[in-house]
C-alpha cells in the first residue's frame, strides 16, 4: 500500500493496523531547535483517545507514546528537535480481534472492507487494518510537532453538528468545548446530544457530524495560485480522515445562495499586516493564498459503518447475506475527529508556512508605499 505521506517540506508518514502491535508516524523536515515537551504531544492525544465516555467506543487504549528519534534533552526541559525525523509510537494495548470473526468473509455495507479487497486481493478485517480510525492517532501527534512551527497561530475545532441537531452559532464559547465529552462550544446543545446519542447508541446504530476548524493569527500570503492553493491542500488533507465525505472552506456550498455584494469581504485600513475584513466569507483564504484573516473550514463525517443492526451484503465469493457488526464500535466518529481536523489543519499551516519561507523568505510589509 502506498500513499502513507502527505506534505511536501514537513512531511507525515503513518503507520501500524488497528490490531496490531503498535501505531507509529515519522515526521520529516522539521525545523531544528523547536523547543517542546512529551506532555504537550501526550495532550492532544488524551483529546482523541477512545474510551472517555460512553459517546465513543469503548476501547480502552491509553495511547501513551513515545517518541523514539529526531530529538534531544534541553538543558531546561523537555525535548528539541534536531532537523532529523522525528519518529513516535504508540503501542496497541486493547484488541479484541475475535470480534470481527464473524466479518473475516463479508464486506461491511457503507465501509472500506470491499474497495481494499478488490485493490490489493487482501485485507485486514480486524478493525479495519488501515482504513480504522485508530490509525489518526498519529496524525494528532505529528499536529503536536506542527503547532511549534507556528508561532503565534492558534488552531482550534469543536463540533457544531451531531445527526439533524446543529449548535446556535448565536451562543457560540471556546471555553465550553473543553467542559463536555462532545468538544460542543453550545451548552445548551450538549443535552440534547446527549439524549440523542443515548437513543442511538441503544439501537445499535450510528450517527454523523460536523466539524468546525478555527486557525487565528495565519499570516497573508501563505499558499500558491492554482496548484498550490492552500484552500485546495486544507480540502484534501481535511478529507484525507477516516469516513469524511464532505469539506467546506468559509461560505462553503452556501456561497451559492449568496450575492456578489453578499459574499464579498470588505476592506478597510486595518493593521500593519493585513487589512481589516468586515466580514469572513472566503474562509481567510482567497486565491488559494491566506488574507490573514481566520481561516474556517468545517468537514461531515458519515455514520460508523460497524452498527448492531443487519444489514444486506455480499461475501469474498459473491454470495449474499446478511451482516452486523459485533464489538465496540463509535456512535459517532465525529467526535473523535475533533482534534483530529485540529492537527491536519496544523500540518498542512505547517508545511505551507516553510514554503512560504522557502520561497519569498520576508514577505513585503502592507501597506505599501508608491
Same mark, same amino acid.
Given at each position: 500500500?502506498?500513499?502513507?505521506?502527505?506534505?511536501?517540506?514537513?512531511?507525515?508518514?503513518?503507520?501500524?493496523?488497528?490490531?496490531?502491535?503498535?501505531?507509529?508516524?515519522?515526521?520529516?523536515?522539521?525545523?531544528?531547535?523547536?523547543?517542546?515537551?512529551?506532555?504537550?504531544?501526550q495532550s492532544a492525544l488524551d483529546r482523541r483517545r477512545?474510551?472517555?465516555?460512553?459517546?465513543?467506543?469503548?476501547?480502552?487504549?491509553?495511547?501513551?507514546?513515545?517518541?523514539?528519534?529526531?530529538?534531544?534533552?534541553?538543558?531546561?526541559?523537555?525535548?528539541?528537535?534536531?532537523?532529523?525525523?522525528?519518529?513516535?509510537?504508540?503501542?496497541?494495548?486493547?484488541?479484541?480481534?475475535?470480534?470481527?470473526?464473524?466479518?473475516?468473509?463479508?464486506?461491511?455495507?457503507?465501509?472500506?472492507?470491499?474497495?481494499?479487497?478488490?485493490?490489493?486481493?487482501?485485507?485486514?478485517?480486524?478493525?479495519?487494518?488501515?482504513?480504522?480510525?485508530?490509525?489518526?492517532?498519529?496524525?494528532?501527534?505529528?499536529?503536536?510537532?506542527?503547532?511549534?512551527?507556528?508561532?503565534?497561530?492558534?488552531?482550534?475545532?469543536?463540533?457544531?453538528?451531531?445527526?439533524?441537531?446543529?449548535?446556535?452559532?448565536?451562543?457560540?464559547?471556546?471555553?465550553?468545548?473543553?467542559?463536555?465529552?462532545?468538544?460542543?462550544?453550545?451548552?445548551?446543545?450538549?443535552?440534547?446530544?446527549?439524549?440523542?446519542?443515548?437513543?442511538?447508541?441503544?439501537?445499535?446504530?450510528?450517527?454523523?457530524?460536523?466539524?468546525?476548524?478555527?486557525?487565528?493569527?495565519?499570516?497573508?500570503g501563505l499558499g500558491a495560485p492554482l496548484y498550490g492553493?492552500?484552500?485546495?491542500?486544507?480540502? #484534501?488533507?481535511?478529507?484525507? !480522515?477516516? +469516513?469524511?465525505? $464532505? *469539506?467546506?472552506?468559509?461560505?462553503?456550498?452556501?456561497?451559492? =445562495? %449568496? &450575492?456578489?455584494?453578499?459574499?464579498?469581504?470588505?476592506?478597510?485600513?486595518?493593521?500593519?499586516?493585513?487589512?481589516?475584513?468586515?466580514?469572513?466569507?472566503?474562509?481567510?483564504?482567497?486565491?488559494?493564498? #491566506?488574507?490573514?484573516?481566520? !481561516?474556517? +473550514?468545517?468537514? $461531515? *463525517?458519515?455514520?460508523?459503518?460497524?452498527?448492531?443492526?443487519? =444489514? %444486506? &451484503?455480499?461475501?469474498?465469493?459473491?454470495?449474499?447475506?446478511?451482516?452486523?457488526?459485533?464489538?465496540?464500535?463509535?456512535?459517532?466518529?465525529?467526535?473523535?475527529?475533533?482534534?483530529?481536523?485540529?492537527?491536519?489543519?496544523?500540518?498542512?499551516?505547517?508545511?505551507?508556512?516553510?514554503?512560504?519561507?522557502?520561497?519569498?523568505?520576508?514577505?513585503?510589509?502592507?501597506?505599501?508605499?508608491?
Open positions: 500500500m502506498s500513499f502513507n505521506t502527505f506534505g511536501h517540506l514537513f512531511r507525515v508518514t503513518t503507520f501500524g493496523e488497528s490490531h496490531g502491535p503498535a501505531i507509529g508516524c515519522v515526521v520529516d523536515g522539521c525545523p531544528p531547535n523547536l523547543r517542546f515537551t512529551l506532555e504537550e504531544v477512545p474510551g472517555q465516555s460512553r459517546f465513543t467506543t469503548q476501547r480502552r487504549e491509553p495511547d501513551q507514546v513515545k517518541v523514539i528519534s529526531g530529538t534531544l534533552d534541553h538543558p531546561m526541559g523537555g525535548l528539541v528537535t534536531t532537523g532529523t525525523p522525528i519518529a513516535m509510537l504508540i503501542e496497541n494495548v486493547d484488541q479484541r480481534s475475535k470480534d470481527y470473526a464473524d466479518i473475516a468473509g463479508a464486506y461491511r455495507p457503507g465501509h472500506a472492507d470491499f474497495t481494499y479487497d478488490i485493490k490489493y486481493g487482501i485485507r485486514d478485517h480486524r478493525g479495519g487494518g488501515r482504513s480504522s480510525a485508530r490509525e489518526t492517532a498519529m496524525r494528532v501527534a505529528a499536529g503536536a510537532i506542527a503547532a511549534k512551527v507556528l508561532p503565534g497561530v492558534t488552531v482550534r475545532a469543536a463540533l457544531v453538528q451531531i445527526g439533524n441537531i446543529p449548535i446556535d452559532h448565536t451562543r457560540w464559547n471556546w471555553d465550553e468545548v473543553g467542559n463536555n465529552p462532545f468538544f460542543c462550544p453550545d451548552a445548551e446543545t450538549v443535552h440534547l446530544w446527549s439524549d440523542y446519542l443515548d437513543a442511538i447508541r441503544k439501537k445499535g446504530s450510528s450517527v454523523g457530524a460536523i466539524v468546525e476548524v478555527v486557525a487565528e493569527g495565519v499570516p497573508p492553493k492552500l484552500d485546495a491542500e486544507l480540502a #484534501s488533507a481535511l478529507m484525507g !480522515i477516516n +469516513a469524511v465525505k $464532505a *469539506v467546506e472552506i468559509g461560505e462553503g456550498f452556501n456561497a451559492a =445562495r %449568496l &450575492t456578489g455584494e453578499e459574499n464579498a469581504d470588505e476592506m478597510r485600513r486595518g493593521n500593519a499586516d493585513h487589512p481589516l475584513f468586515l466580514a469572513n466569507h472566503a474562509g481567510g483564504i482567497l486565491g488559494g493564498i #491566506s488574507t490573514g484573516a481566520p !481561516i474556517v +473550514a468545517r468537514f $461531515a *463525517v458519515k455514520p460508523t459503518s460497524s452498527i448492531l443492526t443487519p =444489514r %444486506l &451484503t455480499v461475501d469474498s465469493f459473491g454470495d449474499e447475506t446478511e451482516l452486523f457488526t459485533k464489538g465496540r464500535h463509535d456512535p459517532c466518529v465525529g467526535i473523535r475527529a475533533v482534534p483530529v481536523g485540529e492537527a491536519m489543519v496544523s500540518c498542512v499551516l505547517a508545511d505551507h508556512m516553510l514554503r512560504h519561507r522557502g520561497q519569498v523568505g520576508t514577505p513585503p510589509q502592507w501597506p505599501f508605499t508608491r
